[in-house]
């Protein structure tokens, strides 16, 4: 969020925020793509290892370098199935259904009025069958969106509050957050896949046992150990990048919400609702729990702000929003 108190209201930059955002979303799947393909390297030079051939060179492994561009391939593939239905996917995760106007009018008139404040074209409109408080937004463009709320959101919150809470999602619209965070969940999702992989393959001893003299058994033995240290410190580092800009662009939505409604008083009281609710999500995913507005596992805590936390902590985005008011 730029700028402070009143003027944070007027000097908030949304194409530059969008502008991050883009940067963002390419070095991201720049990053997870590489990290993919260096544990999938190592993994390939551990196979080869076990055959014991005295001219292998780790730094040169065929298979490695086969292994590699498969896994570039299938992070290529998955971004391009990403593009073109990510919001869908991320929707059947979350449990949420859309309906039409005549299915909740006042959603769909609110999601309208603050589409037009932004200056976007209509997001489609989903609800999640639950009584628990949240909403989100997904999608890869501002021309392809979709934002979803529970149905306890609908029966809890005054219009006006509501119009915050759409507001906010509309922030992360307007700032294409929307499009990082689904990638996020995409390639956070197949580093963690392809490191549990490799440790269970390491847990029952199969990556293979190096035939032929010591030099081999020792080659192979500092191989593996670097594929395990690998495997658990990438899906860590991918999440510390998800998490450390996820914080940052709940702030920039808040405040995008009090520019676009003027009303920051009632994205404050939305939020205090959120936070006092203790209904919990049923379908809460991990994948996708950095789209919604407060976490779905309900930790509200001065905790919440910490390293691996995916939003602040409601007290100190309520603050904020109160010096803006």
Known sequence: MTGEGRGGLVSTDFEAAA??????????????????????????????????DPRFNPAASGLGLAFALI?????????????KAGDRIVLALAG??????????????VV?????????????????????????????????VAVAVTRGLLNSLSREELQAVIGHEMGHVLNLDVRYGTAVGVFVGL??????????????????????????????IVLVILLIVAAIIAPLAAKLVQMAISRQREY?????????TRNPLALISALEKLGNSTVPYDRANRAIQHLFIVNP???FSATAGALMATHPALADRIARLRDLG
């Open 297 to 299: 596992f309900r930790d």
């Open 71 to 83: 896994m570039i391939a299938i992070s290529l593939i998955w971004t391009l199935i990403t593009m």
């Open 19 to 52: 502008r991050r955002n883009r940067r963002n979303t390419v070095i991201l799947i720049a990053v997870m793509i590489a990290i993919g393909a260096v544990l999938a390297y190592l993994l390939g030079a551990t196979v080869e290892s076990a055959e014991g």
């Open 191 to 220: 580093i963690v896949l392809l490191s549990d992989g490799i440790l269970r393959l390491g847990r029952f001893g199969r990556m293979g046992r190096a035939r032929g003299n010591d030099k081999g058994n020792g080659l192979q």
């Open 112 to 144: 309208e009025e603050m589409a037009i404040a932004a200056g976007v074209p209509k997001p489609r409109v989903a609800i999640m069958e639950t009584e628990a408080l949240n909403a989100f937004a997904t999608g890869m463009s501002r021309d392809h």
């Open 252 to 260: 920039l939505a808040d405040a995008t919400s009090a520019r676009l």
């Open 96 to 109: 949420a259904r859309e309906v039409d106007a005549a299915a909740a009018p006042q959603l769909h008139n």
